[in-house]
């Protein structure tokens, strides 16, 4: 996370909480430092790994305290002070002062957010064209590019692992491995309905149309989390074909594994090694069943908020791409930019900043809620 995402909360409406952090520190410290404590090695390891995961929030709560007092000195200077030097000086001081409690602030209110464990994971991405025929399958293909060049762009690897293309151009449905560190931290906002407005090639009358795709964004399950029993699989294995289905190959070295309990069937053919595929398929599947468990956990808990932010049900319209205007909005935070090429680019932060922002101050407002 960058300083410029700042969560938008009142800093004052924080101060009780890291007061109460502060004083939980010390405890911590005190009784580290008890002859109980260092009596029994397994308490204090476990008071030693606290300490250590506050110890940085502490720092920059006292760092943000010093600055407060100097702004207040700055602040008292230029008040009382008649020499046109010493006011010059104070003035510069608070300058520099409030420039640096901005960019404290910032800090602090993102070290206050419990995060998120699946934000380290890599991503299974899968676009579907929607409602609207022959376009929505073009407009599924602009988004797959999309996503595709912001991976290549933030230094992620990523790998088309299924691709069922339209007839005329576009895509169908495409599934995408992506890796890298922090993919799913920054991605998980775009699972929703994506919509276009612009007048479709075959248009003679100049009308625009309406299209939408589907975006889903997975966290790859850990093997953990989703045991599989070998005997609920079906492996098939057929050859891999490329465009227009000429053969690639002639060895059986696509793979499509399908989970009976589910009906859940997901196939690779991206590798030359049928084990290498077999492989692929098999995390893919075991996100899609992770996020089938999270999902009915989530329903069974209905009070609490969904992993995916809003109500995480794909068909809600999250964004759209208004070709005429140029334009780029998404509906969730009511923002609008008017630069649509750069975003299909690739240029995905125009968007992700400003989302990432709101929903980390709605998360910080929970979390206050919670602890009131």
């Not at 410029?4 to 430092?33: C, H, S, Y």
């Not at 991405?125 to 762009?153: D, N, P, S």
């Not at 889903?216 to 609920?232: G, M, T, Y």
Request: aromatic fraction near 4%; charged fraction near 30%.
């Amino acid at each position: 996370m960058t300083l410029a995402l700042v969560v938008f909360l009142p800093m004052n409406d924080l101060l009780p909480k890291l007061e109460e952090i502060e004083r939980t520190f010390q405890g911590l410290q005190e009784e580290q430092a008890s002859p109980e404590v260092l009596a029994n090695p397994e308490r204090l390891a476990e008071l030693s790994r606290k300490v250590a995961e506050l110890a940085p929030v502490v720092e920059s709560i006292r760092a943000y305290r010093s600055l407060r007092e100097r702004q207040a000195q700055a602040r008292a200077m230029l008040a009382e002070e008649k020499d046109p030097e010493l006011l010059a000086l104070a003035e510069e001081e608070l300058s520099q002062v409030n420039e640096a409690l901005e960019q404290a602030e910032a800090e602090l209110k993102l070290m206050l957010l419990p995060a998120d464990p699946h934000d380290s994971r890599n991503v299974i991405l899968e676009v579907r064209a929607g409602t609207g025929g022959q376009e929505a399958a073009l407009f599924a293909g602009e988004l797959l590019r999309m996503y595709l060049r912001y991976a290549e762009a933030k230094g992620w690897k990523a790998t088309i692992t299924e691709l069922s293309e339209a007839d005329l151009g576009g895509v169908k449905e495409a599934v995408v491995l992506i890796e890298g560190r922090g993919a799913y931290s920054r991605l998980k906002y775009e699972s929703g309905v994506h919509r276009v407005q612009r007048v479709p090639v075959t248009e003679a009358s100049g009308r625009i149309h309406t299209s939408a795709a589907t975006v889903a964004v997975l966290p790859e399950a850990e093997d953990v989390e989703i045991q599989i029993d070998p005997k609920e699989l079906r492996i098939d294995t057929f050859c891999s074909s490329g465009h227009g289905g000429q053969s690639v190959n002639t060895t059986y070295s696509a793979v499509r594994i399908t989970h009976l309990p589910t009906g859940i069937a997901v196939s690779c053919q991206d590798e030359r090694s049928q084990i290498q595929n077999r492989a692929k398929a098999m995390r893919i599947l075991k996100s899609r069943l992770l996020e089938i468990k999270q999902r009915e956990q989530q329903e069974a808990l209905a009070a609490q908020r969904r992993s995916q932010v809003g109500t995480g049900d794909r068909s809600e319209k999250i964004r759209t791409y208004n070709f005429p205007q140029s334009r780029v909005t998404d509906h969730r935070i009511g923002l609008t930019v008017y630069r649509l090429q750069e975003v299909l680019d690739g240029e995905l932060d125009l968007i992700l900043d400003p989302l990432i922002a709101h929903f980390q101050a709605e998360r910080l407002k929970e979390e206050l809620a919670a602890s009131a």
